[in-house]
């Protein structure tokens, strides 16, 4: 039997998605109070069980979306030690780049997202993205190296969560394959926006926004 992933707390739209994926059949029940502003609301997933022929019953009731708080801003010296990050390239004209093991890619113009992490030594890794001149080992070397990165954005670390960004960003851009994911079983770790959206993270369901923004120029 499939594994039933765990949806409490998500979105409901994203819960079906998930389950979808899963092949689980799915049956919604929606507590919300009959007076509530839908225009205001988002149904959110708040209890979850397993029926014995695998159909899973979600319970949704609408809430109020939370503002967005406003992220802080700061320098490189000023990063935190550890975190799971975004590095953003922007390409304002197409790019041809022989990329290690990955071989000759061609880059379309717009912006790219490159997801990272580090339990430890964060700074020093982002330090390295920003530099042009170092020696070329990861994949996304070859590119910060050719392209200079504007910025990072960092989420707390949590294990698994650089896989889990990644594989969320897919669903919001193209995915160039394999890149930055020799060592996991990701489609890859670099993403081309769909739209070039200065504040894409708001389009993410199953993460808050991020904890800092890191200027890297």
Same mark, same amino acid.
């Given at each position: 039997m499939n594994s039933i992933p765990d949806c409490v707390a998500y979105p409901l739209e994203q819960a079906r998605q998930c389950l979808k994926q899963a092949g689980l059949p799915a049956l919604i029940t929606d507590v919300t109070p009959s007076d509530a502003s839908s225009p205001y609301t988002q149904l959110r997933v708040i209890k979850q069980t397993c029926a014995p022929d695998g159909t899973v019953h979600l319970t949704?009731? @609408?809430?109020i979306p939370q503002p967005r708080a406003e992220i802080a801003q700061i320098s490189l010296c000023e990063s935190p030690g550890s975190g799971v990050y975004v590095l953003e390239i922007i390409l304002s004209s197409p790019l041809e780049l022989s990329v290690g093991s990955l071989g000759s890619i061609?880059?379309?113009?717009?912006?790219?997202?490159?997801?990272?992490? @580090?339990?430890?030594?964060?700074r020093a890794r982002l330090q390295r993205h920003a530099r042009r001149e170092k020696k070329l080992h990861w994949h996304i070397d070859y590119l910060s190296a050719t392209v200079a990165s504007t910025r990072a954005l960092v989420w707390p670390w949590a294990a698994g969560r650089e896989c889990r960004l990644a594989s969320e960003l897919a669903g919001v851009g193209a995915v160039i394959p394999r890149f930055g994911a020799s060592g996991c079983a990701c489609e890859g770790h670099l993403v081309r926006l769909r739209n070039n959206a200065d504040d894409w993270w708001e389009q993410l369901t199953s993460l808050p926004p991020p904890l800092k923004i890191v200027a890297l120029s």
């Open positions: 949704v009731a @609408a809430f061609d880059f379309e113009p717009g912006r790219y997202l490159y997801v990272g992490s @580090a339990k430890k030594g964060l």
